[in-house]
C-alpha cells in the first residue's frame, strides 16, 4: 500500500491549494481517510477526514468553512481543497487511510501513511 501526495507548495495569505493523495497497491472504497498537518514545533494536528463513502466529514474547528475534503473511490483519490489559506495554516500536510469505514481523529487510528507535502503560507 502506497499513498502519494501533491499539490503543494508556497502561496499567498488568503489564497488557495488543492492537495491530492492516490493510493496504489489496493482498493481503499471501504475505508476512511484524511489529513493531518504537523507545523515546526508544534504536534500533529488531524485537519479533516471523510468516511468510505464520502456520506460524512470532520473538519478540525480552524479550517471549518475554508478547506473542503472529497473523495473518488473510482480513482482512488483523496482531495483536500483548502481556500483562505491563512500563515497558520503552514506544514507538512499528510494524507493517512484507516482500516475501518468511519473517521478518526487520532494519529495512531490510521495505518498508512504518505510522504507528506508541504503547505507554505505567506503573510
Known amino acids: 500500500v502506497q499513498l502519494v501526495e501533491s499539490g503543494g507548495g508556497l502561496v499567498q495569505a488568503g489564497g488557495s491549494l ?3 493523495c492516490v493510493a ?3 482498493t481503499w472504497s471501504i475505508y476512511a481517510m484524511g489529513w493531518f498537518r504537523q ?3 508544534k504536534e500533529r494536528e488531524f485537519v479533516s477526514g471523510i468516511n468510505w463513502d464520502g456520506s ?3 473538519y478540525v474547528d480552524s479550517v471549518k468553512g475554508r478547506f473542503t475534503i472529497s473523495r473518488d473511490n473510482a ?3 483523496v482531495d483536500l481543497q483548502m481556500n483562505g489559506l491563512k500563515p497558520e495554516d503552514t506544514g507538512v500536510y499528510y494524507c493517512v487511510e ?3 469505514g468511519t473517521i478518526a481523529t487520532t494519529d495512531s487510528m490510521y495505518e498508512y501513511w504518505g510522504q507528506g507535502t508541504q503547505v507554505t503560507v505567506d503573510s
Open 98 to 100: 484507516r482500516h475501518s
Open 75 to 77: 480513482k482512488n483519490t
Open 18 to 20: 488543492r492537495l491530492s
Open 56 to 58: 460524512e466529514t470532520y
Open 39 to 41: 507545523a515546526p514545533g
Open 24 to 26: 496504489f497497491g489496493h
